[in-house]
């Protein structure tokens, strides 16, 4: 998968980015390149392969510091809302941004 100028014009035009001709020559080189190393990475016959958890796993025995999934904090939705400038029900008023 290759891009030309007209994908840099649109994905800039999309992300709302002004470049010049320079940056968007570089741009399209650069991106070129990131779909050629995808493509290289997608060619490699990963059949058998695990998944791993962490990158340094495929070279030594590693164990991940994951601590248990429980509970820790109490409910501190009252002290919480103290400091909110405007509430109602539990919940943070704020100003509408969206019309």
């Known amino acids: ?4 100028e007209q994908d840099i014009a649109r994905i800039a035009n999309l ?5 010049s001709q320079g940056e968007s ?8 390149n990131f ?12 059949s058998g392969v695990s998944p791993l958890s962490h990158p340094v796993g495929a070279i030594q025995d590693i ?4 601590r248990d999934d429980a509970v820790s904090e109490t409910n501190n939705r009252d002290a919480n809302m103290h400091n909110a400038p ?3 029900k539990g919940y943070f ?4 941004v969206i019309e």
């Not at 992300?15 to 470049?19: I, K």
């Open 1 to 4: 998968m290759a891009l030309n």
């Open 93 to 96: 008023l704020v100003p509408r």
């Open 86 to 88: 405007a509430s109602e």
């Open 35 to 46: 779909f050629g190393i995808v493509e290289k990475m997608q060619a490699v016959d990963t």
């Open 15 to 19: 992300a709302r980015l002004e470049l």
């Open 25 to 32: 020559e570089r741009m399209l080189a650069q991106l070129n």
């Open 63 to 66: 164990a991940l510091r994951l």
